[in-house]
């Protein structure tokens, strides 16, 4: 239930209000940087008539959050929640670009492809630095050593960083490198891992999982949410159908789904969807032009050296030519890059 | 077998090179429209060593057509095709929109729709006289009545007409009022009535199965063309997901691959793969900077009226809106509209 | 609705009752062999308060029919239907083997695939001589050469025979040479051909598009039943799924539901859900267990020469000794075979 | 690659082959209770000349692992694996089967759950302690209360306990309680948590995720086994498509895929594939008669009261019936139960 108390309420009224939705067995959340104050009550609570709550002196307002996700639905927060880290808005009128590496391997590497997309104008950097890999035999990532390189080199072009977390006890360790905490597609319903990013105060991205309903998605931002963390970014990455010439089939419905029914920033991830260079490009721009905050994709210095996914990182001059026709299409739909 | 002959090949050699690919087993197509002579030897012949072939008087090259599709694969014709149907072309360099209402209603319906559809830059009008409906007990269509108010309300409009046809005994009738023949997700791979289009003159637009590959969907166009129709338009309208927000998720993977190793125009239907209204708009645009070269688009001068599919039909002023974001969206990525 | 009379209804109050619902826009249809006049209204009609047809003199009962599929279902048909041709029941206390190759080759071939799935236990013979090919360019059948065949050797060995038909305009031919005539999973929504098979006196099977929904599949039968024709068999085939092992993926969650939800008899064909021969042998008996009323299975006297589907058929002693298991299987459900 | 010793060859000649392989950039895993030395190279190593392999003294045969799993690959072990726990044996010649609720609630629930799954045949119980629940506000399981409830149940019982693990960081608790450690769909790729798995000494049933491939599931068990830890049993519980009247869809065509290409057993869960009661039966018995090794079934002695999924959990009689079932299914396909 969102519950919104008049302009003139008194402090003793809210706190009235508060006591009586805990009594009925809810957690009580507030909407931040709201002119009114907007509170949200959560949990297994056993809910009130609405007349009850109408009542109640100071409430201007009281109506039930149909969505399961109740802390990520638009019948909570009506505009799109904004996330500034530094001096980058996600979420904004302006998209946002995040790229680079599938996988942090050298210092070349990362000097080289940064300073590409940092050019073309992203203005937050992705690396691998543990991999969630297939197979066990398969090379699973740097560690804080690629950490550690990846926060150099993005420091010096002025970019942020967001890097893959793959388990709670990664946090503290990953919490001194990274801008953003990525949850990847395969540990979407990791929930032992969601409650912990609950405390952390940095944003977190979540990836949608490769079969997941834009419910259970939006639920997996609800477990952050609801743990104490309100800046959640969900991104899109292709689902898995039958198709066989790319490698995931992206889902630009679920984009619009989840910008009409949630405030959170919705990124769109369009490398893993395709799986193949040539059609990332389109995929990207369809994204922007669907209506995503922003991108996530893979750029590479020199692709054919990539220990992994080199197939689908793009070369710095189509990241660079995509980038010319994304502010194009930025501008088409109302937004700026 | 892509056969392509030396610019001052004879007509002797040119016959040769032709009866030598008929005893082999294969049949001979040419490719419109192109300098030089290039031949597919198509069928189930036994395929020759190369070099037999190249080694034929008159012959430049010759080489492999990988794909299952021959006549539809850009390795036959490497420039995509443009289908001229009056003075609209399909798979030029301006994108075409196609709209109009689900199903053919009335006289006041229809050119209420029409001057609607066309004063926002549509130039093909859609509209169905037999339906395919999942009840047999719900409203199958008007049928020859339907047809003659699309053609007369289309004339009277400047836009040409396509319509569904859903058997190949329906090809006579609707031969005299339509300029396209739109065959249905469901129909695709109705082979008796693909065969049949293979002789008409008129261009075919057939839509994706609800679970078809990229293969299968070019695979019917190649049924039409090797009957002697090459004048194919191929339509993704979405494939069936887990989702249930959305009627059906939009597959613009399919649309990049397609324009990859196809040659033929593809039309992106975004109403029916949304299923909602608010959520066609963002799809149609996605679809146009994908690469997509039109739209099919289900538009109603009063969509809470509409007999069927009211809920995905485009009030005008949505459609026109739509069609200004098109505009801007078709330059970015180097097309017109 | 569903409207049963009572055991003392008069002619006049049975005529009174369908005048009345013919009257508020429906048709009448009678359930057949029930001790009690039990009448389904279907179509377009408004629908009266229960009430008032319950007070109509004569009726005993008058209950909605909640399922899109009037005549198909279980609220109006309580007991499963039994399809008798000749002297084979399907659909009854015994599980009906139909069996043979994909494709009518050659007399040899016929032959002694027929005296195979014969002995081993099965009733009906299949065999194709309209084959649907996903190219234009595969061989596409021997037509009424092969329907000629298959009959006469069927006959020689006591077997019905079904084969699949492709469209409507095959009606009359097919006519005299099958006794079941089998719908295709890609002419499951042929609308055209359903209609005309309403009309027909042979029972009709139809089998599952790639990705139907359970009620798309069951209103296709609705679509024959309502046309007159309630001799309808349903068959699960397997759907398009992303597993690459398999060429389809078995349902007997389907399985489960039709028979839950529809009197129709329901058959599996395991060898088109498997695509390889070695997993046919456990779908088949999977499907027996789950309650399947039958199976559909391509057997060749020799796989490795088949035209078509090879891979998948099963040499007759696999055949063999899958029949013999399956008679312990049924009888562990409750069946015979 | 598969390395087979001769019968006679030397411990100096065993060590040199492993030498050679450790130096080429393999580990060296050993085929457990197998009557010669037969061992694994796993790894990035690079692959040399089988011919030199070959020709190393003692050796028998070398061959490589076509399979992307290794040591869970039948081409590595032939025979089924048997997992011994208590005298149950999991994979040997009898079915065995996994009962009991969804959650662990009360000791009433778990004790007459437990009295009826035993006397019906159930060998093992299955309950959740800690829950793996879509929304955050929903009952997340008793935890280590719940963990002795069910151990001193299942002890009172004679029976074994499998529960599932959520996180890493559990696997010490969960070890003092159970028996057979459970990795749900929704961790089937969490692997932080299979590699720590990899290093305990209980059994590990991994379910399949929702959208996996055969490949990626069994990957996930090489992920424990190349850990250290071979007993690791799989479990289909059904893939995620489009159908709403049940949850999922089992897809035993993956059964009968996973008993072919790998040697380790395979249990199905009819319960989540199914999500309503009545389709569980008819599943449950399909799946024994496509050859799966054992079943992991929801029961609960009050559905009706169950926390969560009552309407997926079978009666007590319900699962009496069906177990008499399962016994002359099995025994039709040469198993015992």
Redesign the interface.
Known sequence: MVIILRPDATPEQRHAVESRMRELGFQIVLAPSSPRVVMAA???GSMPPLEEIRALPGVAEARPIPE?F?LASRSFRETTSVIRIGNVDIGGPSVVIMAGPCTIESEEQMVRTAAAVRSAGATVMRGGAFK????????QGLGEEGLKLIRRVADSQGLLVISEI????QISLMDRYVDIFQVGA??M?????L?ELGKVERPVLIKR???A????WL?SA??VI??GNDRVIVCER?????????R??????????A???SHLPVIVDPSH??GVR??VV??A???????ADGLLVEVHYAPEQAICDGQQSLYPEQFAALTA?IR??A???GRRF
């Open positions: 959560v949990g297994e399961p109740k969630p890999r297939t197979s066990p035999y398969s090379f793959m388990d709670k006890s395969r540990n319903q990791n929930y032992a891992l409650r999982g490769l079969a309903t834009v419910d259970e639920m609800e477990y609801s743990g292709g689902v898995r159908a039958y198709e066989t010439y790319t995931n089939t992206l889902d630009l419905n679920a984009v619009a789904v910008k009409a029914i969807a395709a040539d059609k389109p995929l721009r369809a994204a922007i032009a669907a209506g026709q194009l299409i501008e088409a739909v």
